[in-house]
């Protein structure tokens, strides 16, 4: 009789014990600091296509667990490991385990600020687009291959650069890449309104058009007051069939983009860019215009003004001309001034 109390003794010391501990176990895993500890908040991201092994490799190398066994156990618990969602999470000094996961099972649709200028070239967009979300600049890419291939509105390859308006814009991070172009997409509508699409009608041009004579317009000066001049000047070569012969247009035909001086090679380059060898405007926009250039085109100066020529003071500003003979004398002027320029350069270097 004593045998089988001590027996059960035993067995009451033992199952107790290992209830406890499970009992404190459980309670580190759940409300014990686990995550920053002793550390200051910092934000984890989550990128598209993370696994969870994924998740924990970054958890790990970031130094954000600081007991990744309990994380682990306590993430299949709640199938978070089944869950993973993209996101930019911010993860508190001293959060427990259970808070950690509670805010990647949120789903964090927390707004990142999209920014992109000065892009030549629509290979050049994802990489910017895309720096601060969480969609990669291959899944962008493919997304926009998808959406050139399938819209019905007439972007193309070579146009569908200019339905990205350079301007700073608010997404969530964990944006799908269809999502980003759909904004993009809504964002360009919104500027094309009926006071706009008018003005285009009236010039007689579309807005892919109007994108592309105003991505000229911008490469040809860096002067924002010369934009309505410039844009002019292209609009009355287009209505007179003259070549718009824009030497911006033959740089982005070769892809000679380090070139200082256009040279009768570049003109002579077989390629519809090539507005020397073919009248009207190129297929697309040699770069990614801005706002305020697509609007001086729309609200372009009337003149006469078919030529144009650096001003012999390189200020940057253009002489513009109606007539050959006085564009003629603008560029001696100009070559003048360029042939002591780099006379007085040569002196100063012996």
């Known amino acids: ?32 600091p686990n995550i920053l500890v002793d550390r200051d908040d910092r934000t984890f991201i989550i990128r598209s296509g993370y696994t969870f092994r994924k998740v924990q490799e970054e958890l790990g190398k970031g130094g954000f667990v600081n007991d990744m066994v309990s994380f682990s156990f306590l993430a299949r618990i ?9 996101g930019r999470y911010t993860f508190r000094r001293n959060m427990t385990n259970i808070q950690a996961i509670d805010v990647l099972e949120s789903g964090s649709r927390q707004a990142v600020k999209v920014t992109f200028t000065n892009v030549r070239l629509i290979e050049e967009l994802g990489e910017k687009i ?42 969530y991070f964990n944006v799908l890449p269809d999502e980003l172009i759909e904004r993009m997409h809504r964002e360009y509508k919104k500027f094309w309104n009926e006071e706009r699409l008018a003005k285009a009608n009236a010039i007689g041009l579309t807005p892919f058009e109007i994108s592309t004579l105003a991505s000229i317009v911008q490469a040809e000066s860096v002067k924002k ?19 718009l012969q824009a030497d911006p247009t033959l740089v982005f035909a070769t892809k000679d983009f380090g070139a200082k001086r256009i040279l009768n090679s570049h003109k002579e380059v077989d390629s519809p860019y090539n507005t020397y060898k073919y009248a009207g405007l190129p297929p697309g926009p040699i770069n990614m215009p801005q706002i305020y250039t697509l609007d001086a085109v729309l609200d372009y100066q009337k003149h006469e003004y078919i030529y144009m020529c650096a001003r012999e003071d390189f200020s940057g500003y253009h002489n513009f001309a109606a007539t050959l003979t006085e564009h003629n004398r603008n560029a001696q002027r100009y070559q003048k001034a360029l042939t002591l320029e780099i006379q007085k350069g040569k002196q100063q270097r012996k």
């Open 1 to 32: 009789m004593a045998e089988v109390s001590k027996t059960k003794l035993t067995f009451f010391l033992i199952t107790s014990t290992l209830l406890i501990t499970f009992v404190f176990y459980a309670y580190q895993i759940l409300y014990t």
């Open 225 to 243: 007051e010369e934009s309505k001049i410039i844009a002019g000047l292209y609009i009355n070569r287009l209505k007179r069939n003259i070549p």
């Open 78 to 86: 709640k199938d978070y490991d089944k869950h993973v969602l993209p």
């Open 130 to 171: 895309t720096k601060n979300i969480g969609v990669t600049p291959l899944e962008f890419d493919e997304a926009l291959e998808e959406f050139t291939e399938t819209n019905t509105e007439g972007f193309t390859r070579e146009n569908v650069i200019s339905m990205f308006l350079p301007n700073t814009y608010e997404v």
